[in-house]
């Protein structure tokens, strides 16, 4: 950067064009300033979308050049190796201009912030966001990432199977005992076909949602406690419940080595419930699946909490056409845009009302959730997060296959409370 700022005090014929190449609100208001120049800018746009996702991301890029002559968006589809291609070109100065993010306490220094953008450009009509999105984009009070999707998460459950066992479908408020004897009713080895699937190797982040329902949490609010929160009662019960269903039979393990993932299980029909997010909704229509959706179960006397799957759009610190990167990233969270992402759920509400998808039965229990969705998950609290969700995620999947919660669980406080130190 500073080599930049050196060559805009020594070329002064040059300083136009260095003024944009060094970015903020200091560039040209017309970002796409190569109309006319004959002159193409290249915006490097960088996904962890693949297959139909990535499609529908590359037409709303092909729209943005249409939308910005001169303008060309070199969409980077970095896949399962996303982390590591993204922080290889943090480390090289080299980075794409835009990018997806989630893991901000991580990239937060190499991102650019955003609120003189977004609190400045009317175009952006940031009122019509849903506000609890954007405490993901946050770290210190500065926001990172404009949300451009997300989802919370909801039990599916298979109409056909509830019918034949004559068993009332699922409604908003009901228990996990209510759940959990469903399960068994709808659970026959004969037929290799169980009442719900649990994951050989859940996700913590996810499982925050049972035990924020719990009442309790992984780490304390300030971020710096997990002795009694990480192994409290509540904690060890709620994650003892999913290997219990295990042991009992009512519930099969998906996606460990050499076994079917949860997602493939239901579409084939055998299993009955199966929590998740919006991602497999169509895949399971596709299949033919009669499916229903419904609010994750409460423990008794207790709010059910929700927890969310947020995308957004972020700009890297050292992009050279910041101005361009945020028309962008306008133009990708605008209503057509948006419109046009079906594997998430759309961030505005004009969008959502113009769709009625809070109101159609299969997408309601998503928004019901978001309205539940106010915890802040752990590793947004404590910049070590990562350390200590090993020792974490170890002990989850150790009861999985058996072992007892409450045991592993106050093992792995030991063994994670130096990396809070």
Request: aromatic share 10%; with cysteine.
């Amino acid at each position: 950067m500073k080599k930049k700022i050196s060559l805009i005090v020594l070329a002064t014929t040059l300083m136009a064009t260095m003024v944009t190449a060094c970015g903020g609100n200091s560039e040209s208001s017309s970002p796409s300033g190569a109309a006319g120049s004959g002159e193409t800018k290249t915006l490097r746009f960088a996904t962890w979308d693949t297959g139909d996702t990535l499609k529908i991301e590359q037409d709303i890029a092909k729209k943005f050049e249409a939308a910005h002559p001169g303008t060309k968006v070199q969409v980077e589809a970095y896949a399962d190796g996303f982390d590591q291609k993204l922080a290889a070109g943090f480390g090289a100065t080299n980075p794409p201009d835009v990018m997806y993010m989630w893991d901000f306490p991580t990239y937060h220094q190499s991102l650019e912030p955003l609120d003189s953008y977004s609190s400045k450009d009317k175009d952006l009509n940031i009122e019509d966001f849903y506000p609890g999105l954007f405490n993901y984009g946050k770290i210190d009070g500065k926001l990172y990432g404009i949300p451009a999707g997300f989802t919370t998460r909801v039990v599916y459950y298979n109409k056909k199977l509830f019918d034949e066992a004559k068993i009332p479908y699922p409604k908003d408020g009901w228990t996990w005992k209510e759940f959990q004897d469903i399960a068994a009713k709808l659970s026959d080895k004969s037929k290799k076909q169980y009442g719900f699937g649990v994951r050989a190797e859940n996700d913590t982040y996810d499982l925050q949602s049972f035990v924020w329902s719990n009442g309790s949490s992984f780490i304390s609010d300030d971020g710096k406690t997990i002795e009694g929160f990480m192994n409290s009662k509540e904690t060890a019960e709620s994650i003892q419940m999913l290997g219990d269903m295990v042991k009992n039979g009512s519930a099969v393990l998906t996606g460990g080595k050499g076994q079917q993932s949860g997602d493939d299980i239901f579409k084939a029909g055998k299993i009955a419930m199966w929590e998740s997010g919006i991602w497999p909704l169509e895949s399971f229509k596709t299949a033919g699946i009669n499916v229903g959706t419904v609010e994750i179960p409460a423990f008794p006397g207790k709010p059910v909490k929700g927890v969310l799957a947020e995308s957004a759009l972020s700009i890297a610190k050292d992009s050279k056409q910041k101005d361009l990167a945020w028309e962008f990233v306008k133009f990708y969270v605008s209503n057509d845009s948006i419109k046009m992402r079906v594997a998430d759920l759309p961030v505005r509400v004009s969008v959502v009302n113009e769709l009625k998808k809070d109101q159609d039965p299969l997408y309601k229990p998503y928004y019901t959730m978001l309205e539940r969705s106010s915890n802040t998950p752990a590793f947004l609290l404590n910049p070590k997060w990562n350390e200590v969700n090993r020792q974490l995620s170890a002990a989850v999947e150790a009861v999985m296959h058996g072992e007892n919660a409450q045991e592993v669980l106050n093992q792995a406080v030991k063994d994670s409370e130096r990396y809070l130190k």
